[in-house]
């Protein structure tokens, strides 16, 4: 639908944005992309991040394994996108982790939950 394509490019938009900022490593860019609490879900369980230092430590670990793997680019391509109401929507993308040719990781599907407030999209 018309909706749902607006709010991919919505969500594309976004994620493209936190993906370079953390690629290039400028936090103060990358983290106006969040709102605190942060929920993430990972294959070693839950981590709330409900402060500005465990968000910047956050970066710095992604930083520093980049670095150690040689990252050259970050891609998160979006498969859905829906409002579950007005200011929180749910998207689920496919992630690639790329180091000049090749894979960093293995390519993973995850999802985001993305909320509004002042106007404003923001990954929670």
Do not use: C, N
Request: cysteine-free.
């Amino acid at each position: 639908t018309t909706e749902e394509q607006r709010l991919r490019r919505v969500v594309q938009t976004m994620l493209d944005k936190a993906d370079s900022t953390l690629l290039h490593g400028d936090f103060d860019e990358w983290k106006d992309s969040y709102m605190l609490p942060l929920v993430v879900e990972t294959r070693h369980g839950q981590q709330i991040i409900e402060d500005m230092q465990t968000l910047q430590d956050d970066f710095a670990i992604y930083r520093k394994e980049f670095k150690i793997h040689g990252v050259t680019d970050i891609t998160r391509a979006i498969r859905t996108a829906e409002k579950l109401d007005d200011d929180l929507m749910l998207a689920t993308y496919r992630a690639h982790v790329i180091s000049g040719a090749r894979y960093v990781v293995p390519p993973w599907t995850g999802a985001m939950t993305f909320r509004r407030e002042g106007g404003f999209w923001y990954i929670t």
